[in-house]
Every structure is written in C-alpha cells, then in structure tokens.
C-alpha cells in the first residue's frame, strides 16, 4: 500500500474521531456533567491530525525541490 494513501486515510479517520469526541465535549458541558478527563479527549487525535497534516501540506514542495513532479491523485 502507498505510504501517501495510507496517511490521507488515517488523517480522515482521526478527523472524524476528533469531530465525535468534541461532540462530546460539547454535551457533556451543556448537561453539566463535565469531567476533567473528557476535556483531553480530544488532544491526542488533533496532535496526530496536525502531524499528518503537516507532512500532506509539505509534499509536494519537498517533491517540486526534489525535481520530481506530484501525482494527480495526490495534490
């Protein structure tokens, strides 16, 4: 499997992992049944997701300095 696909389809399953625990959050708060826990739910997802992210927003630069061209299905 491609390394680039495979990090897209992470990065896509992470943001929606992310959206359902900040769904959560918000319930929790608007119910009052706030926990401190539940308020770092939410990081350890949004710090992969910034990692991923990162290395998607750089490759094609790292590759235009490489000489190499991007994919269609990666840009």
Same mark, same amino acid.
């Given at each position: 499997? *491609? =390394? *680039?696909?495979?990090? +897209? $389809?992470?990065? +896509? =399953?992470?943001?929606?992992?992310? /959206?359902? /625990?900040?769904?959560? *959050?918000?319930?929790?708060?608007?119910?009052? $049944?706030?926990?401190? =826990?539940?308020?770092?739910?939410?990081?350890?997802?949004?710090?992969?997701?910034?990692? /991923?992210?990162?290395?998607?927003?750089?490759?094609?630069?790292?590759?235009?300095?490489?000489? $190499? +061209?991007?994919?269609?299905?990666?840009?």
């Amino acid at each position: 499997m *491609n =390394w *680039n696909k495979l990090i +897209r $389809q992470g990065h +896509r =399953w992470l943001s929606l992992i992310f /959206t359902v /625990t900040v769904i959560a *959050n918000v319930i929790a708060v608007a119910t009052g $049944q706030t926990m401190e =826990w539940l308020y770092m739910l939410p990081l350890p997802p949004l710090l992969v997701m910034m990692i /991923t992210g990162l290395y998607m927003f750089f490759l094609p630069y790292v590759r235009k300095t490489q000489g $190499q +061209r991007p994919k269609p299905s990666e840009v």
